[in-house]
C-alpha cells in the first residue's frame, strides 16, 4: 500500500480517536448536566422550602461543571444585592460581606437594565477595572479573578439575584457553560418560588389556625357567658343577669340606693281556694295566672325582685335606670289587671272565686345581694316595698291602689279614683290612696275623697317592708327623713305574715 495511503489512514484514524474522545467528554459532561439536575431537583424536592438547601446544592454542582474557581447566588432585594450561597470565595473577599448596590455600568447593573448574561472573557481588560472601580478592582487584585460570567435570576420580569462565577486565569467561559449556569439559575427561582409559595401557605395555615383558636376561645367565653347567664339567671332578675355578664363583674349586686317603682300584685281569695283545692288545681292555677302576668313584666322591663305562690314583687329603675318608671309600672299592672280578667272567665266556670289587685308605691330603697354562699337572691329593702305591699293587701279584686307620688306622676295620663286617707299596718300615718279606674290614657278626673278613715282590715297580708329614704317633713309616710328610714328598717324589715 502506498505511504501516501498509509498516512491518510493514520490521520483519519487520528481525527477518529480525536472525534470519539471528544464525544465521549461531551458525553460525559451531558451526563454529569443531568446527574447534577437530578441531585439538584432532589434537593428541591426535599428541602421543604428550604432555599439554603438547594442554593448550596446550586452553587457546588454549577461551580463543579463548569470549572469555576469561585462564585456563588446573590439575591435582589430591589436596591442592593446580598450575598445568599458562595462558594470557595478567597478570604480577602470574604471580610468584605456588605451589600452590593449595582454601580452605573458595573455586571450586576447591566442585569438590573435587563441583559440576560453579561460575560467578561478578561476582567482586566473591562472598562470599570481600567477605570479603577473599586469592587472590580478588589475582585481581581485581592480575588485574582480574571474570567466571569453573571446569570440574573428573573420570575418574568422581576428580577430576583444572581448566579456569578469566577474563574483565576483567562480562560472564557463556553456557551455550554453558560446555558448550563442559566439552567442551575432556572432551578433557584424555581426553589424560590417554591420556598415563596410555601410560607404563604404555611402563613395562610398559621392564621388559619389562629382564627380557629381565636373561634374556639370564643365558642368557650360565650358558652361560658351564656352558663353562666343561665345560672345567673335562675337566681337573679334577667336584667341584672345580663348587666353583670356585660360589665365582666358583680359590682352591680353590691348594696346600693336609688329611687324606684315597686309593685306588689296578688290573687284575692287564693288562700281559700288553696285550703280546698287538689295539688295539682292549685299548680295549674297558678301556672295559668303566671303565663299571663309574666308576658306583661317582660314586656314593660321590670325587674322581677320576689315571688311566692301568687305574690309578685315588681320594680322598675334598677338594676338599669329607665324613664318615667312610675308610669311604666302603672301601665303594667293595668295589663295584668286585664290579662287575670280574661282569666276570671275561667276560673269563675270551674267554680273559683278568684280576684286580683295590686299596690304600687315610689320612693327610696336599698337594693342588694341576699342569702347564703349556695342561694342567693337580687332584693330591694326599705319603707317603699313595705308601702307597695301594704297597698295589694288592701286593695280589693280588680283594684290597683297607688301611694301620692305615683299619682302624682302618673294622673295626666291615667283616670285615677281617689279611695282616701287609709291606714296601713306598719305605717304610722294615714295614707292618701287612689285608684287606677282605667287602661285608655285619658286627663285625670279625680273623685273628692272620703272623709272617712280606713283602716286596715286585721290579717291583711302585708308583703314585705324594708327601709326608704323619706322625704322633707310634712311629707308622706314614704317620703319621711332619713332619721324616720332607719326606725322603720328595725320595725319594718320581713313583715311578711
Keep these: 500500500m502506498p505511504q501516501e495511503t498509509l498516512d491518510d489512514l493514520r490521520q483519519d484514524c487520528a481525527d477518529l480517536r480525536r472525534r470519539l474522545a471528544q464525544s465521549e467528554a461531551e458525553r460525559d459532561a451531558v451526563l454529569a448536566q443531568q446527574t447534577a439536575i437530578t441531585d439538584v431537583l432532589q434537593v428541591i424536592n426535599s428541602s421543604s422550602g428550604n432555599v439554603t438547601l438547594v442554593f448550596d446544592a446550586l452553587v457546588d454542582k454549577a461551580l463543579s461543571l463548569c470549572e469555576a474557581a469561585f462564585g456563588g447566588l446573590l439575591r435582589f432585594d430591589g436596591e442592593c444585592f446580598h450575598r445568599a450561597a458562595l462558594r470557595n470565595l478567597p478570604t480577602p473577599l470574604a471580610e468584605r460581606n456588605r451589600p452590593l448596590r449595582p454601580a452605573p455600568g458595573m455586571a450586576l447593573d447591566r442585569l438590573v437594565r435587563g441583559e440576560e448574561i453579561v460575560h467578561i472573557p478578561d476582567i482586566v481588560n473591562d472598562t470599570a477595572y481600567e477605570l479603577r472601580y473599586a469592587s472590580r478592582v478588589a475582585m481581581v487584585e485581592l480575588g485574582g479573578a480574571r474570567s466571569a460570567v453573571w446569570i440574573p435570576l428573573r420570575r418574568s420580569d422581576e428580577l430576583l439575584g444572581a448566579f456569578v462565577a469566577y474563574r483565576q486565569e483567562v480562560r472564557p467561559f463556553s456557551e455550554w457553560q453558560i446555558g448550563l449556569l442559566q439552567t442551575f439559575a432556572a432551578q433557584a427561582v424555581v426553589a424560590m418560588e417554591n420556598a415563596r409559595l410555601l410560607d404563604e401557605l404555611r402563613a395562610r395555615t398559621e392564621e388559619a389556625a389562629a382564627w380557629n383558636r381565636r373561634l374556639e376561645e370564643r365558642v368557650v367565653l360565650q358558652f361560658t357567658e351564656l352558663e353562666r347567664t343561665r345560672q345567673l339567671k335562675r337566681f337573679l332578675p334577667p336584667q341584672l343577669a345580663e348587666l353583670i355578664i356585660a360589665r365582666g363583674d358583680e359590682a352591680a349586686l353590691k348594696p346600693h340606693r336609688r329611687d324606684i317603682v315597686v309593685v306588689f300584685c296578688d290573687l284575692r281569695g287564693f288562700t281559700a281556694f288553696a285550703e280546698t283545692a287538689e295539688p295539682e288545681a292549685l299548680l295549674e292555677l297558678l301556672k295559668q295566672y303566671h303565663a299571663a302576668v309574666g308576658p306583661e313584666v317582660a314586656a314593660s322591663e321590670g325587674t322581677v325582685g320576689h315571688f311566692a305562690g301568687d305574690g309578685i314583687m315588681v320594680y322598675f329603675n334598677d338594676p338599669l335606670p329607665c324613664d318615667d318608671p312610675a308610669g311604666r309600672g302603672a301601665r303594667m299592672a293595668v295589663a295584668m289587671r286585664d290579662a287575670v280578667a280574661r282569666l276570671q272567665s275561667t276560673w269563675r266556670a270551674e267554680g273559683h272565686e278568684i280576684g286580683f289587685g295590686v299596690g304600687i308605691a315610689q320612693g327610696y330603697a336599698t337594693l342588694g345581694e341576699i342569702g347564703f354562699a349556695d342561694r342567693t337572691d337580687y332584693t330591694a329593702v326599705g319603707t317603699v316595698c313595705n308601702l307597695a ?81 323619706p322625704a322633707p317633713s310634712g311629707a308622706l309616710p314614704q317620703e319621711q327623713s332619713a332619721a324616720g328610714t332607719h326606725s322603720s328598717l328595725r320595725e319594718l324589715v320581713h313583715l311578711w305574715n
Design 389 to 469: 305591699a301594704r297597698l295589694c293587701a288592701e286593695a280589693k279584686d280588680g283594684q290597683i291602689l297607688i301611694s301620692p307620688r305615683v299619682a302624682a306622676t302618673v294622673r295626666k295620663t291615667t283616670p285615677l279614683e281617689a279611695i282616701g286617707q287609709v291606714c296601713l299596718k306598719g305605717l304610722s300615718r294615714p295614707v292618701a290612696v287612689h285608684n287606677i279606674v282605667a287602661t285608655q290614657p285619658a286627663p285625670a278626673v279625680l273623685v273628692e275623697p272620703r272623709p272617712a278613715v280606713i283602716r286596715v282590715r286585721r290579717g291583711a297580708r302585708p308583703r314585705s317592708a324594708t327601709p326608704d329614704r
